[in-house]
Every structure is written in C-alpha cells, then in structure tokens.
C-alpha cells in the first residue's frame, strides 16, 4: 500500500511539474554582445591590403569572397559590397560615410599620439587631426581606402582591461 501511494504521489509531482513547464512561456533574449561586424568592400582586396598594411592586422580566415580578422571578443570581417547587399535582401545604395563609425580605444593620449604618427607615416588618410574633446581624453579620426571612418580614442569614461577591452562606460549624465 505504502508503495502504491509513494509512486501515485511521485507521478503526480511529474505530472504538476510537466503541467507548470507547458504553461510558461520561454522568453529568449539577445545577450549585450557583438560576435561579427562587416564591413561591405567596393575593392575587397584593397581594402584587405589596407588592414593588413596600414594597421598591421593578420587575416584569420579568408576566401575570394571574405577575409575575417580576429579582434578581441568579436570577428571583424571584410565582404564584396554586391555580396553583403544581396545576402541582406538591401539594395544597393551609395555608401552613407560617416553614418557608422569604428572606434579603436587606448589607454592614454600618448598612445592616440603614438598611433596618429604610425599610421600618418604609412599613408593612412587623416580626417581630423589629434584634438582634446570638451570632456578630456584625446581622438584623431581616419578613413580607409573606402571612406570607412575609424576614430582612434583615448576616452577617460571608457576603462579598458590589460588586453585593451572595453570594460565599461561610467556615467555620462553630468556632462
């Protein structure tokens, strides 16, 4: 008797437990992360060149049609513009520059300097020269060959971790 009981009360707990699980709606969210950005080339192998020459960057992967360079936490890859616009479904528009910046953080304003003239002596287009924003640190702006701007940053708000990732933003709201 003991028995019967014990696996009745058992198979009800099941069944509670099965009925609860049904009944809720599992909800699945986006993490806060980034895992891909690419950027859609005009000349994919020119601008290729571009990251491998200028920046010093080494591909991970590539074929004929895109090259991926690990950054950290995130890859960053380089795809043929009429490809990245038929695999999106978007048409083919003239490029908005200056409609989506990339920005490279660093730890201090003699870094942005030292940086500023390493990329200058290699050619690289600057589009505004080192400055000290309102707010402090220091930035220069650049482009790539396909008028990609990036911004080179040292930002007081933004600490980086010894590997030079981002860890947080502190607040802003007193500015």
Request: charged residues 20%; hydrophobic residues 45%.
């Amino acid at each position: 008797m003991k028995t019967i009981n014990m696996f009745r009360i058992l198979g009800m707990v099941a069944l509670l437990a099965a009925f609860k699980a049904s009944s809720q709606t599992k909800t699945h969210v986006m993490n806060q992360r980034l895992s891909v950005i690419t950027i859609g080339a005009d000349n994919l192998a020119a601008l290729r060149a571009f990251y491998v020459n200028k920046f010093g960057w080494t591909p991970v992967a590539e074929n004929k049609d895109i090259i991926f360079f690990q950054l950290h936490g995130f890859l960053f890859s380089l795809y043929g513009s009429n490809d990245l616009f038929a695999h999106t479904g978007k048409p083919v528009k003239e490029k908005a520059s200056g409609s989506v910046t990339l920005a490279y953080m660093v730890n201090s304003k003699e870094e942005v300097l030292a940086l500023y003239t390493s990329l200058k002596e290699k050619g690289v287009k600057i589009i505004k020269e080192p400055f000290t924003p309102p707010f402090g640190g220091h930035f220069f702006l650049l482009e790539d060959i396909e008028g990609n701007v990036w911004e080179v940053a040292y930002n007081p708000f933004i600490p980086l971790d010894k590997n030079g990732e981002v860890i947080t933003h502190k607040r802003i709201d007193h500015l």
